[in-house]
Nanobody, 118 residues
Framework: VQLQASGGGLVQAGGSLRLSCAASGKSFRAYSLGWHRQVPGLQRELVAGITVGGTTNYADSVKARFTISRDNAKNTVYLQMNSLKPEDTAVYYC?????????????WGQGTQVTVSS
């Protein structure tokens, strides 16, 4: 599966953004999907994930602010980000895997920059 992320940008603290990740290839609905982020000098971290069955997982730092969802008909996964904080500034990557191991992701899209100004 190939992944193409979009939707990043510059937003003020307290604002919202929605990231999208369109997938090409077969059997989109058979993949668990995720969003990760990375700040220069730090490890990439899982922000949110969603399984084939719709089970979700969120990093503690984004719970109640971010929502991951998937549209299997459109082969797209979304990340709705509300109440953004400057510490959310990072490059965001979408990812996919055949299983449901939150630590192992086999497919990656290119990153999209999110910058939150204070």
């Amino acid at each position: 599966v190939q992944l193409q992320a979009s939707g990043g940008g510059l937003v003020q603290a307290g604002g919202s953004l929605r990231l999208s990740c369109a997938a090409s290839g077969k059997s989109f609905r058979a993949y668990s999907l995720g969003w990760h982020r990375q700040v220069p000098g730090l490890q990439r971290e899982l922000v949110a994930g969603i399984t084939v069955g719709g089970t979700t997982n969120y990093a503690d730092s984004v719970k109640a602010r971010f929502t991951i969802s998937r549209d299997n008909a459109k082969n797209t996964v979304y990340l709705q980000m509300n109440s953004l904080k400057p510490e959310d500034t990072a490059v965001y990557y979408c990812s996919a895997q055949r299983g449901a191991n939150w630590s192992v992701w086999g497919y990656w899209g290119q990153g999209t920059q999110v910058t939150v100004s204070s």
